[in-house]
């Protein structure tokens, strides 16, 4: 016998039988959702595709992949912060290579300033020398087709040549300065090197501290090639650019006189001896004098006696057309003896009074004296001369003789 439920049971059962249902139709609509039908009703619109974009991963995750411990940052020289203490805290020897390390970097500054300050003044140097060897050119050009004594013209050429030259007399100097500037570069250079050096020795530092000193030691060395190399090239320039303007500074002069003259002679006198050696006792070096020996004395009047004259100078007639040929024949003394010195003797006749013959002694006299000028004015050295008077029977007129010693 089947017994009835009591009724207030019924609605419980009630309640059971609807959730089941409603469960059943929302699983019926949801496998109808991922599965549609098969049948001839047109599926339903797919979803949009998904676009998917592989990002590498970072220096840092290799490297913490890796097991690779990440890079501390590093400084303007490529070098890592100065070590720390575990509080945090910079050591002494840290803070003192970071002090450094900013005076390394002001000292590279300063000498790249002054290498493009160098290399400005040797286009300058360029262009003044272009702008001077135009203008000599042609104040040459004029004087060898010919042209007048005393050509204002070329006169005036000759005054632009001159500013030229002394502009490039200016760079000189302009050199010699940061030759001087350079050379204190040096010295701080110097010091930093030694500073660095000193600091392995200070106690108190952490292995980061001795290896950012190494880097700052690097740094000061590289620093000290190139402010070596500069200084060294500011010497040459000093030095090759001194020699070249006293040798132009020689040719203006004969220039000069050939301006003057109206005639073309050639480079000056002086560019043609070579530079005399200091003898190896110590004695100073002299002019025409082998090194160690001792120097020709006595008047040069008596030491030229027996000796063939170079070249014989006759006063017989006012101003006497003698300085080309003057000139041939101490360059030619000169190609064949770059250390020789020239006497010149001035030769007076002994005809006549005492009067006439002290007369002709003096005017001999400043006749030496002024071709002893025009050897001056065509570049021969003053000190490669002497000059000295004498009388001779068989002399017609006032004369100089030229002799090489």
Do not use: K
């Amino acid at each position: 016998m089947t017994v009835a439920p009591p009724l207030y049971a019924r609605p419980f059962r009630f309640l059971a039988v609807g959730a089941v249902a409603f469960g059943l139709s929302g699983c019926n609509y949801m496998t109808e959702a991922l599965w549609p039908s098969l049948g001839g009703d047109e599926p339903r619109a797919a979803a949009a595709p998904t676009f998917r974009q592989d990002i590498p991963p970072s220096a840092a995750e290799q490297r913490a992949v890796l097991g690779v411990e990440p890079l501390r940052a590093t400084g303007a020289m490529g070098m890592p912060d100065t070590g720390r203490l575990p509080g945090g805290q910079t050591t002494a020897i840290g803070q003192r290579a970071v002090q450094m390390r900013s005076e390394v970097q002001n000292l590279q500054g300063a000498v790249q300033q002054r290498a493009s300050a160098v290399q400005q003044m040797r286009a300058d140097a360029v262009s003044n020398s272009q702008r001077y060897f135009a203008t000599v050119a042609g104040i040459n050009a004029r004087l060898q087709v010919g042209t007048t004594p005393g050509n204002p013209i070329l006169q005036g050429q000759w005054n632009q040549a001159a500013g030229e030259l002394d502009r490039m007399s200016a760079e000189i100097g302009r050199m010699s300065q940061m030759s001087s500037q350079v050379a204190a570069d040096a010295a701080m250079a110097a010091f930093l090197l030694d500073s660095t050096r000193a600091a392995y020795t200070l106690s108190g530092a952490v292995e980061e501290d001795h290896r950012q000193l190494a880097l700052v030691e690097d740094e000061v060395n590289r620093t000290v090639v190139s402010i070596d190399r500069l200084l060294n090239e500011l010497n040459e320039d000093i030095g090759r650019q001194s020699t070249y303007i006293a040798r132009e500074r020689s040719n203006l002069t004969a220039l000069s006189l050939a301006i003057r003259n109206g005639e073309l002679f050639g480079t000056g006198l002086s560019n043609r001896a070579f530079t005399n050696v200091a003898p190896p006792d110590g004695s100073p070096a002299i002019l025409g004098v082998a090194p160690g020996a001792s120097p020709q004395a006595g008047n040069p009047a008596q030491a030229a006696a027996g000796r063939r004259p170079l070249m014989v100078i006759r006063f017989d007639r006012a101003n006497p057309a003698y300085e080309q040929a003057l000139y041939t024949a101490v360059s030619r003394a000169l190609e064949r003896s770059p250390a020789a010195n020239f006497d010149l003797v001035a030769v007076a006749p002994t005809r006549g009074g005492q009067s006439q013959a002290a007369l002709a002694a003096s005017t001999a006299r400043r006749q030496a004296e002024t071709v002893m000028r025009t050897l001056a004015d065509m570049g021969l050295s003053s000190q490669r001369m002497t000059l000295s008077s004498t009388t001779s029977g068989q002399a017609q007129s006032n004369e100089v003789h030229v002799y090489v010693r």
